[in-house]
Nanobody
Framework: VQLQASGGGLVQAGGSLRLSCAAS????????LAWFRQAPGKEREFVAH????????SDADPVKGRFTISRDTTKKVVYLQIDSLEPEDTAVYYC???????????WGQGTQVTVSS
């Protein structure tokens, strides 16, 4: 499995970004794909995940209402729409994959999001 995250950048607070994660190497039926982030000096934290087949999603409480995860099964891409960006959202954002309820792995190289105040 290969995951390639992209779409990060430098934005002002209140702005928006859409991150993309191109997934390849297998079919993803029965898998979850997720976004995590790691801010400087902090541990990596879960942001949101989506079940590939059903599209069912789950978000972490700190991002509810501002972050939206979605997927395009034809293109094999998972998106993270981030609205109302805050400086606290500054982090490297990673995508990852998990079979069913197992732990996430295959993190990919990440994409940097920097939010200026």
């Amino acid at each position: 499995v290969q995951l390639q995250a992209s779409g990060g950048g430098l934005v002002q607070a209140g702005g928006s970004l859409r991150l993309s994660c191109a997934a390849s190497g297998r079919t993803f039926s029965g898998y979850r794909l997720a976004w995590f982030r790691q801010a400087p000096g902090k541990e990596r934290e879960f942001v949101a995940h989506i079940w590939w087949s059903s599209g069912y999603t789950s978000d972490a409480d700190p991002v509810k209402g501002r972050f939206t995860i979605s997927r395009d099964t034809t293109k094999k891409v998972v998106y993270l729409q981030i609205d109302s960006l805050e400086p606290e959202d500054t982090a490297v954002y990673y995508c990852a994959v998990a079979l069913g309820g197992q732990n996430f792995k295959n993190w990919g190289q990440g994409t940097q999001v920097t939010v200026s105040s």
